[in-house]
């Protein structure tokens, strides 16, 4: 099976997010696109399920747009380069 | 036997709190994998919801409404803590935030001349509340192995940091309405 590129994760963030993936662009910030901090909570835990990988406060620290966060999950499916 | 304000507010307080609580693990509810943990946080969502509905029935009974409050607890709890980010780190802080709780209530329970409808009250949540601490720290060993305890242990350390702190803030903040609770007893111990 294919590993997920990071253009099939953002695609995936997308849907969790329930929002178009137009608008769920690399450069995209994350928090533009939740109603609440709340809803950022469950995306990563259903990221996490979904690609069976795992991440703490330590990695996202940095995180800020749906391309960082689809680089992460990249470099945990040890298909890539951490961001 | 009608309530003060300021046990009115508490009360209050205590709705919110189970309000929220009720929020985050219903929120929680739906995006787990089925499973035990999705089985067990369910009737933790369901068991909150409840007891909101426990303080809004004894404030009524008490001859009250409950006071409309802009915040609860858990806001400040989060904003200390940081969010959790993976299932571990929020059966971590639902731990910690459990056990705070029992203490809390453990000691409006040991208040003289309590009214028997917030007694009977605590009473029943108690009930609940120990098998909510029993789940969790079943749930958070069968995660050691996957997370790996030492940063099991690390997260609860972190979780019981901001647990002090934020309850140390919160009695500081509404000390008058509190004070009732929290006479003669260590602001800062651990839950």
Redesign the interface.
Known sequence: MTPPTPDDIRRRIAAILDVAEERATPEADLADLVADSFRLVEMAIEIQDDYDVMFGQQDVARLRTVGDLAALVHSRLGAGSSP | MSLSDDELFVLSYYRSSEINGSL?FG??A????PGPVQHDLTKHFADEAQHAWYWTRCIDELGSRPLKLAEAYQDRYLEAA??????M??LAITLVFERRVINQYAKHLALPGLAPQIGATIGRIMEDERWHVQWVRDALAGLEE??GKD?VDATLRRYREADREVYADTLAEYEQRLGFLSSGLDHRSAP
């Open positions: 985050f929120r929680l739906r995006v787990l994998k940081g969010l959790p980010l993976n299932l780190e929020v996957r997370f940063h």
